[in-house]
Structure formats: C-alpha cells, structure tokens
C-alpha cells in the first residue's frame, strides 16, 4: 500500500480554504504546527487509527483529525477520498463540545463538490 | 540546509514531495512553530509505532501489556499521540516485548526534511531478532507441532524463518506437506507447507468445510503468502 496523500479544499476562486483557516485568528502557531505535524506523520500510516480521527453519526462520509492544542479542540473535517489512499480536508473549525450541525454541513457539501470535482483541491500545504 | 538544496528533487522524488518539503521549511524557519513541530512529529511517530509493530506481531493491547507487565489501558494511553510522556525505561521495556533495537538519536531539521515527506507504510514496521535470523529452539518446533496437530477450531498460518534454520525444522516441514486429517465435527483440516524466497517457511492451516467445493478448496491450500483467498480463512501465528 502507498502512503496516504493528504488534499485540501479550494474554493471557487482557487483559494486554498484549508490554508486560509490555518492562518487565520482563530488557529495558533502551536496548533498548527501540530496540525501540520500530524499530517506529516499519518502519510506514513498505513490505516489511520481512531485516536487520531473521529467519525460522526449521521454524516457517515465525514472524519474529524483529532487535535488538541493547549485545551483547545481543534476540527479539521475531511474525507477518504476522492480517490483511494486519499484524504481531503475540507473545512476547519475550533467549536468545543458538540460539533455545530452548520459545519458538517458546510463539510459535507464540500465533499459532494470535491467528488463532483476532483480539481477543487490541492495538495495540502505545509506552509 | 539551503532554500536552493530544498527545491532541488532528489534522485526517484516526486513533485509533490519537493513541495511538501520546501513548504515544510518555510514554516520551520519560525522558530516556536519548529519546536512545536518537533513535539508533534516524536509524540506521534511512538504512538504510532507502538501501534504498528503491535499489530505487526498480530498482539492485542492486552497481550503487549501482559508481555512488559502493564495493563490494556496502558498500552492505549501508550498509543494515543497525546500522551507524549513515556520514558525511556518504557520504550526498553517494549523493545524487549518487540525484540527489536531502539534508536533515540537527536538530528538536524534537514534529515527531517528529507525524509518526512518520504514516509512510508513500511516506516513504522520493524522486525524482531528471531524474523530476521531465524534462531530457532527445539521448544519452536515442538509448539508449531502442536499447534498443527490441535488446530481445532482454530485457522491457523505459521510463518517461521526458525524452519529454516535447524534440520528438524526442516524435517518437520517436509512431513506436513500436504498432510490433512479428519475433525470429528465434519470439517477438514489441511496443511500446506513450502519455502517462500526470503528463506522463510510458511505452513496454512485451513478449514474447509465439506459443502465447498474442489476449487475453493484448493484456493485455500495453495494460498502460501500468509494470506487467504476465497472461502478459506486463516490468521497468522508468528513464532
């Protein structure tokens, strides 16, 4: 088995929305560097392991990474997909507790997009 | 390491890689996000590990704890990448459940650069001494011996580099080539043995049930990877 290939969503202008929520207010330096560190890592990995990803019921297509960074729960949502050994990140989020019903949804239809049209991503970047 | 060498791509590296890694260095250029990283790559790179050479040598939890003298959870906080605090007295303590060496080496952000994005599947996997060498005991033989004559209920693929490495190994091998009895709950057992290329000898075990027929049957009997195809099931026992 190849190692895992790690995308993410770009929205309709070609802007990499990933990248964008990395950067913005609401993610530290810490939490993307772990983030980023995590990626890095799970490539490697032939299965990803469920203390590293989340599933959800009711959005059986949809996975969260699970980070924490100083108490902090971080919520990059992707998929398995759109090809094999692939996984697309498609949106991000800091919520605690239960995740908002918005976001999944948010997520799911970027999924939908990105099935419909494999090139609304890139690989992800680790800048 | 300069910016010119990083976008240089290395003999077999794809575009992707090269990418990844530039990016990589522009973010370790700040100085709090590489220690961080540095943190999240080692926390998870263990846990991960842990997990992957358990699962190489087919160990539940519960076996890896019972093997260094902890419990199940243990092995599992072990394994979750949030942990991040076991000592090296623990890391010896699963090496010697592993059998493996351990290598805690610190090293320049170049050697993580070239070789993070070249991660692969088999980076995490390691095999024990007796793998590699085959060293094998009379007690090994004795134990396969058993374990083909009471398969029982149970499916069994024997994969030992330890036949290959003493006459009665050897001997054994050719015994049970092809060998099969009757079980009392109508079910037949099989056993299959031949030499793979690394030198490894490898024995199924496979139940078939009576109804199956004559193709299924002997997709399971010249299955000699470790797999099983078809109908047939089988699950590894590495000694």
């Given amino acids: ?108 239809e970027r999924r939908k997009i990105v099935m419909a049209d494999a090139r609304r991503i890139v690989p992800h970047d680790f800048s | 390491m300069s910016v010119e060498k990083l976008s240089w791509r290395t003999q077999g590296e794809s575009f992707r890689t090269t990418l990844a890694k530039s990016q990589m260095f522009q973010s370790l250029r700040d100085t709090e996000y590489r220690h961080l990283f540095v943190a999240e790559r080692l926390r998870s790179s263990i846990a991960l590990q842990i997990r992957a050479l358990r699962q190489q040598r087919e160990m539940t939890q519960m076996q890896l704890g019972d093997a260094i003298g902890k419990a199940q959870t243990w092995i599992s906080t072990l394994e979750d990448p949030e942990y991040g605090k076991m000592t090296v007295a623990t890391l010896l303590r699963l090496a010697e459940a592993f059998d493996t060496d351990i290598e805690i080496k610190f090293r320049s952000f170049s050697q993580t650069l070239d070789s993070l994005p070249k991660q692969g599947p088999d980076y995490f996997k390691v095999e024990s001494f007796e793998q590699e060498f085959g060293v094998a005991k009379a007690a090994d033989i004795t134990k396969v011996q058993s374990l083909v004559a009471g398969a029982g209920s149970r ?85």
């Fill in chain 2, 155 to 239: 499916k069994l693929t024997l994969v030992s580099s330890a036949f290959a490495s003493v006459p009665e190994g050897l001997q054994l091998a050719e015994k049970l080539r092809g060998s099969s009895s009757e079980r009392a709950d109508g079910a037949e057992v099989s056993a299959a043995s031949g030499r793979r290329s690394s030198g490894n000898i490898l024995f199924n075990v496979v139940d078939i049930p009576r109804k199956q027929s004559a193709g299924a049957r002997s997709a399971g009997l010249e299955e000699q990877d470790g797999t099983s195809k078809g109908a047939t099931r089988s699950s590894g026992v590495a000694i």
């Fill in chain 1, 1 to 108: 088995m190849k190692r895992w290939s790690f995308f993410d969503f770009i929205s309709e202008r070609g802007e990499n929305d990933i990248h964008r929520w990395l950067h913005g207010a609401d993610v530290t330096n810490a939490a993307r560097a772990k983030i980023n560190a995590r990626i890095a890592t799970l490539r490697g990995f032939p299965q990803m392991p469920e203390q590293y990803i989340s599933a959800y019921v009711g959005w059986p297509k949809l996975l969260e990474l699970r980070i924490v960074s100083n108490g902090v729960q971080y919520r990059p949502l992707g998929f398995y997909g759109p090809e094999r050994g692939q996984f697309t990140l498609v949106v991000g989020g800091i919520e605690k507790g239960r995740i908002p019903k918005r976001l999944l949804e948010v997520g799911d």
